[in-house]
């Protein structure tokens, strides 16, 4: 396996799990399990005693490894700089030998069949994928300076698409040149990935990359940060090599000539970093600057925040699988107490697996009175002339 060497060399201190404060518990898995073998370090000892044939494939063992939402924690916070880099890498290539032996929850093969034979994990037709951008009269991709990716969550998700709605409205109404590929888009294939499944990963990696070089793409907008992650990061290894950026990055080069106009009636933001732009990018002051040029907004940082920000459960494939589960004690619950506690009125968010995660998780807190999960492009458009 891949980065076995370093399951030998972790001792399980333990500080992997932890924010830099030590003072909670960052990891979503054991955050909400409190069992050792789902921290980072457990996972690694447990993959240790698999490779050695001392514990069986078990159905506990597969969903201890695909409930880690790859958010990145452990990379930021394992206390040995020579291999903190591939602590997460050693977790996803042990469900990628997962994954080879064919022994993964059947949550997660209907997930890699859907991907399969969809495109998506929604079971949705392709051929409705432009759909979110019904009315807003959009053009095709045919040259713009832009292509702006939905990816699956923003095409087929009900929070997803207003999300979408919401940052191609502003790209539009701020003169962005930008097209989408509608139908022709497929899956980004960050989660797949993620999970461990590299050659259905390659396979769409490979098909949207033809796609975006048939059209003659150079620029990409993503929506979510997952498929920024993806096209950014992994795309060049098969040659797919484009500039990139998440949606937030534009707003921010957009505002960057002083205050917006608008609104300026105080309001009390907070804002919750998403994995994929902070931990796994490292871009933490972006989506601060959009808040920072917005008339009227003060900024309230929870105490866990850009390196230290807790996932809000939905990486790693946990938004479609859900192996984390619910209950008082899953992070995005967590968080949004976190959220509440700064008072603020609005709980600022860059994903729209975020979004979801979070809206579901304060109905579920019924702080639905207290706390509003909106997007930096729903909060710019609302504080907007
Ligand atoms: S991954 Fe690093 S911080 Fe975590 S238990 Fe192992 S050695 Fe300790
Ligand atoms: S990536 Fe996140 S969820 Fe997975 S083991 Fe590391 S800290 Fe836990």
Redesign the pocket.
Known sequence: MEHAEILHR???????KLPGSYQDLNCPSYLQYRFETYS??GR?WLLRAWLDEEIPTSARLQEILFSCTACGN?VE????PKF?AD?LNAITAGRGELVNEGSVPRRVSDFFKAIHLYGNPYKLPEADRGAWAKGLGLEPYRGQEYLFFAGCAGSYDERGRKMARAVAGLLQDRGVSFGILGALERCDGNEVRAMGEAGLFEEIARHNIAKFLDAGVVKIITLSPHAYHAIRNYYPRFNGIFQVLHYSQVLARMMSKGKDQGADTPLTVTFHDPCYLGRHNQDYLTPRMVLAALPGVELAEMDRARVDALCCGGGGGNFFTDLLGSGPDSSSRVRVREAAATGAQVLAVACPKCAKMLEDAVKAEALESALRVMDLAELVQARSV
């Open positions: 972790c001792f399980r201190c333990g500080y992997c980072p370090g690694m452990c916070h394992c206390v040995f903190k602590v």
